[in-house]
C-alpha cells in the first residue's frame, strides 16, 4: 500500500525553578526529605491564609522566557485552576491563564547533521505544583506535600518536530539553557523537569491526507523515554490507522502513560474529559506590573547561551561539532575551558584532555568535568608540558587522574611519578648509538627506503623507548634517527 506519512509533535513542558523557597510561602523546596516536613498552613490549603508571589521565581521565568527569545508581558495576573485531586489540597492551582508572563518565542536545537532547526514556543507560565502521592502502602495512599507550592515553569511549543530524535533535542537543549542560566538544576531523575509530548501522524494515503487522533503521553522524566515513547507512539498510531482507519476528529485526544519496563505507551484516558477548570483570577494575589528598570536588569543577567557558545567554540579553535557540544553541556565546564584557553593554552589540546579522559572520569563519578575540581591554571600548566612534549599524551591523562585526587600541580606529580620524558639530548644520542649498532639489519632496512623501510623504523624506535624505560621523547628520538641515518 502507498502510505507515507509526517510526523507532528509538539511539547509541554514543566521545569522546577530552583529557588530557595516555594512559589507562595518561605517553605524550603527539599528533595528527597521525610514526607509532609517542609509544609506551612499555605502550601498544604489551609483556609484564611495568603500566599505571597516569590519575586526570585518571576525573574528565573523572564530569563528563561527571554532565553527563550519570548515577548515578555508587562503586566500579568494569578489565575486558580480548580481540579480535585488529593495532592491538591487547596483544590485548585495558582496558574496563569489568559495573560501569561510570556509568549511568541523560539528555540533553536542542535540536530545530529550538524544543523539546527528552529522550534516555536507558543508561551511559558509560571504556576505551581501539586503534592506526591505514592502507592506503596497496600490498600491506603499516602500524600507527600513537601513538593506541594514548587515554583514551576510551563512552557509550550508549536508542533514542530518532526522526529522522536527532534524531541529529545529539543528537551536536551532546553535542559542545557536552563542549567546555564542557573534557574534549574534540570535533573530528570529529581522530576526538576517533565515531558508531555502531543504526537500524531499526517498520512498521505490514495492521494488524501488523513490526520490521526493527537495522543499526548504524560510525564516523562528521561531523555530515552521521550525518544522511545513518540517512536512507539507513531509506530501505534500507523498500524491503527491501517487496521481502523481512524482519523482525528474534534476533541478526541488520547491521553497515554509510558510503561518503562515493557518500553510501550498505554491508554489512560479515552476521551479528553471536558475539563472545566473555572479559571478566575485568584482574589488573594496582586497583579504583577514589570517596570522597564526591573526588565534591564534582569536582561543584564542573561549569559552567552549554550548552542551559541558551542558555536563559537567550534570555529574560533576548530574543534568539532561534538568535542564543542561536549565542552557546553554545562556552564562550568564550559567555563573552564573558556578560561584554561584564554591564557593561552592549546585550544585542541585542552579539548581533548577535557573531552576524554575529563569526560571519562566525570562520568565514573557521575558529576561534570568541572565538578572534578580541576582549576584552569593546572590545566593550562598540564596543556604546556604535553605540547612541549615534557610529559606523553598518555602521561598527561594519567597526571589528569592524579590531578582530580590531590591540589598538586601537574609537574609535581609528573616527577613524583616519574612521567617526565628525557629530552636531554646527549642521553637520547647515547641510546641510538647503541641501538644502531646492535641492530645492523634493521638499519640496512631502513636505508633501503623500500617496505621494509617503515617496519624498521618503529622496531628500531621502539628499542630506544626501551631502553630509556618510556621516558625517552619520541619527537626527539625521531629526530635524532633522521639525522644519523
Ligand atoms: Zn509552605
Ligand atoms: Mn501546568
Known amino acids: 500500500m502507498d502510505v507515507q506519512y509526517k510526523i507532528i509533535v509538539g511539547l509541554e513542558i514543566h521545569v522546577h525553578l530552583a529557588t530557595r523557597t516555594k512559589m507562595f510561602c518561605g517553605c524550603e523546596l527539599a528533595y528527597g526529605e521525610q514526607a509532609n516536613t517542609r509544609t506551612c498552613p499555605v502550601c498544604i490549603g489551609m483556609p484564611g491564609v495568603l500566599p505571597v508571589m516569590n519575586k526570585q521565581a518571576y ?15 508587562l503586566f500579568t495576573k494569578w489565575d486558580r485552576k480548580s481540579y480535585y485531586y488529593p495532592d491538591l489540597p487547596k483544590n485548585y492551582q495558582i496558574s496563569q491563564y489568559d495573560l501569561p508572563m510570556s509568549r511568541n518565542g523560539f528555540i533553536e536545537i542542535p540536530l545530529s547533521d550538524g544543523t539546527t532547526k528552529r522550534v516555536g514556543i507558543i508561551r511559558a507560565h509560571l504556576e505551581e505544583d501539586a503534592g506526591k502521592n505514592t502507592h506503596t502502602l497496600g490498600d491506603f495512599s499516602a500524600v507527600d506535600l513537601n513538593r506541594a507550592g514548587t515554583p514551576l515553569l510551563e512552557i509550550v511549543t508549536e508542533p514542530d518536530m518532526n522526529s522522536p530524535e527532534e524531541v529529545c533535542a529539543l528537551a536536551q537543549e532546553l535542559q542545557r539553557i536552563v542549567r546555564f542560566l542557573g534557574v534549574s538544576e534540570g535533573d530528570m531523575q529529581k522530576g526538576h523537569m517533565r515531558f508531555e509530548p502531543n504526537v500524531n501522524l499526517h498520512i498521505t494515503h490514495s492521494g488524501q491526507v488523513f490526520k490521526t487522533p493527537i495522543s499526548e503521553i504524560k510525564n516523562l522524566n528521561s531523555f530515552r523515554s521521550i525518544e522511545r515513547s513518540v517512536a512507539f507512539e507513531v509506530t501505534r498510531q500507523l498500524d491503527e490507522f491501517l487496521e481502523t482507519g481512524i482519523t482525528m476528529q474534534m476533541g478526541n485526544k488520547r491521553t497515554y502513560g509510558w510503561d518503562d519496563v515493557n518500553q510501550c505507551t498505554f491508554l489512560q484516558r479515552e476521551k479528553e474529559e471536558a475539563h472545566d477548570y473555572r479559571y478566575f483570577p485568584d482574589p488573594d494575589l496582586v497583579p504583577v506590573e514589570i517596570s522597564q528598570e526591573w526588565l534591564t536588569e534582569i536582561k543584564s543577567r542573561m549569559c552567552e547561551l549554550p548552542l551559541a557558545m558551542q558555536k563559537r567554540f567550534a570555529t574560533e579553535y576548530g574543534l568539532s561539532d561534538y568535542d564543542a557540544s561536549v565542552l557546553t553541556v554545562d556552564r562550568d565546564t564550559a567555563e573552564l575551558f573558556n ?7 592549546d585550544a585542541k589540546r585542552v579539548c ?7 569526560l571519562k572520569l566525570a ?6 568535568v568541572a565538578g572534578l575540581g580541576i582549576d584552569s591554571d593546572r590545566l593550562a600548566k598540564l596543556a604546556q608540558m604535553a605540547d612541549s612534549g615534557d610529559v606523553s599524551a598518555t602521561a598527561a591523562s594519567t597526571i589528569l587522574e592524579e590531578m582530580i585526587q590531590s591540589d598538586k600541580s601537574p609537574d609535581a606529580i609528573a616527577k613524583e611519578k616519574n612521567l617526565i620524558q628525557k629530552s636531554d639530548t ?3 644520542e647515547a641510546l641510538v648509538d647503541e641501538v644502531i649498532a646492535a641492530n645492523p639489519q634493521a638499519v640496512q632496512d631502513w636505508r633501503s627506503g623500500g617496505k621494509k623501510s617503515k617496519k624498521a623504523r618503529g622496531f628500531l624506535l621502539g628499542q630506544v623507548m626501551q631502553k630509556s624505560k618510556g621516558q625517552a621523547n ?10 644519523k641515518l
Open 59 to 73: 525573574e528565573y521565568s523572564v530569563l528563561t522566557a527571554l532565553a527563550l527569545n519570548c515577548e515578555i508581558a
Open 339 to 345: 578560561a584554561t584557553v584564554k591564557n593561552g593554552s
Open 352 to 358: 581533548n584532555l577535557l573531552t576524554q579522559t575529563g
Open 363 to 368: 562520568r565514573e563519578r557521575g558529576s561534570t
Open 426 to 428: 646527549g642521553q637520547i
Open 474 to 483: 619520541p619527537q626527539i628520538v625521531n629526530q635524532i634517527f633522521d639525522k
